[in-house]
């Protein structure tokens, strides 16, 4: 063969693929019933019933549509639980406001925008491009790090209390909208630095750029109180009624999990990466003052045996995971052996690692583990609560294989009370960059 693709090599790779009949009868089906369903194989699906014998008790599933606030409905996922228990109410009954959590997230990472901009040594704009300042400057992503920020410095509330917004269903338009408000917000600040504005001046300006921001994210949210009453029904079936609660005070009165120490632990292979190092991600938090996500890179083996002590604390687990293949939202089974996609499609897999190194995998969704099946003291298959509502899936959750883990899971949010001394003493290790 040549450098190019020659009709002569068409007509070589025709006359192969023709000459195993089988290739017409496998595209005449993938044509008319698609190649997932042409290739799934039910004995996978078989082979991961809905059964566990570690679960968490159920609670009412949240549906994200298209607000991409994974990162935000997985941490309420976390704490939703112990604080429907505190309150002595049903957790099927209780449900908190992501509106609340996105309002304040949007809001600092205008602020953080401005901050780059009135803090950076250079004025030239072509320069604060290149560092991507203004790429993504308040788009709808976070993580465990962002949550906690969040919750710490604004509280929460109940979703009665701010309950979703149309356009909290749907990320885009404000997205949009917002985004380039803040770019020109921030080339205004550019070019009065050019003018020789102190610190000072600058930040006055940013003061009333941020009113304005507030007054855009109250008009698509909802304005966030400042106090609130919350009435609901106990599990005694008594009705109760909190009164001029700030959303700080709700926090501090009925969240009694200390989401401070949770902390990253990840399996990420790269070449010379070896596990017990610590890590940290520069481009990962861009909410201001919040420090780099840092992170213990171990096992995927031991990031199970963390979460199963998690788990039969009662405590759900935070997952960053990889979710666009080998999944099937019908029976909701997470498995890379369900799709027989390298006998009927040519189709070669990657490891994790080369996976990784390729761009092929990342982390790109957050969910809740809240079971797990234990045989032989070995994990099985695990319950992964998801943020789609309960329509998909097994009522809204995935079946996760254990192989599943080993390749797509990425990173679980543990306490780090659940660390061995050995991982705990390598955590507090100090950070390296990651490459």
Partial sequence: MTREIELKDIKQFSEKYNKEVENKVIEEKIKEYGLDRVCINKRIIEENPAVFNIELEETKRYNQKDSLRCWAFSGINVIKRNMANNLNMNTMDFELSDNFITFFHRLEKANTTYEKIITSKTIDLDKIVKKNILENPVEEIGNWKTFVGIVKKYGLVPMTVMPITIEGENATRVTNLFSETVRSNAITLLKLKMQNKNTEQLRKVKATMLADNYDFLSKAYGEPVEIFNYDYIDKNGNSVSLKNITPNQFVEQFLSIDIENFVFISNVPKKNRIYGQKL?????????KMKYVEFLHISANELKELAIKQLKDNIPVMVGIYIRKFADKESGVLDTRLYDYEDLVKYKSLNKED????????????????????????????????????????????IMNDNYFDKYVFTVIIHKKYLTKEQLELYNQKGIIEN
Avoid: C
């Fill in 280 to 288: 940290k991600n520069p481009t990962s938090i861009n909410i201001n």
């Fill in 355 to 398: 996976g990784i190194l390729t761009g092929d995998i990342e982390l790109h969704h957050w969910m809740t583990i809240t079971g797990v099946q234990i045989e032989e003291e070995i994990s099985k298959r695990w319950k992964v609560e998801d943020s789609y509502g309960n329509n998909e899936k097994v009522n809204g959750y995935y």
